[in-house]
């Protein structure tokens, strides 16, 4: 995904279908607190509700901006937001979730954010 031109973020949407574990918030915390991890990213912090009947929302707020959940464990389904900017590797962290949820099916669609209007990325200073 990196042959894409510069863009001073990369928004990866993913729809995982058939995937496993998503009643677990503390385990799906894990799964996407290492994701950041693998791409290079900056964890701030983490924030992860279960819902009765085991749906989980989750977000890990980073320096480089978020990654975040939502699941449908009745559908095995879980939508996921990868969106970075400066050094981090979104496509490293898809990786690592796609590993961790081992979903049957996926789809992945990577939107270049801020094209039209920037031709430098800022990385933000902690």
Known sequence: MRDMPYAPGLHLLLDLHGAAGLDDAARLQDVLCEAAQAAGATVLGAAFHPFPGGGVTGVV???ESHITIHTWPERA????????????RPELAQAVIAARLVPAQSQVTAVPRGQAHMNQA???AL
């Open 122 to 124: 800022s990385q933000p």
């Open 61 to 63: 707020l980073l320096a």
């Open 77 to 88: 389904f879980a939508a996921v937001d990868i969106f970075m900017c400066g050094a981090a």
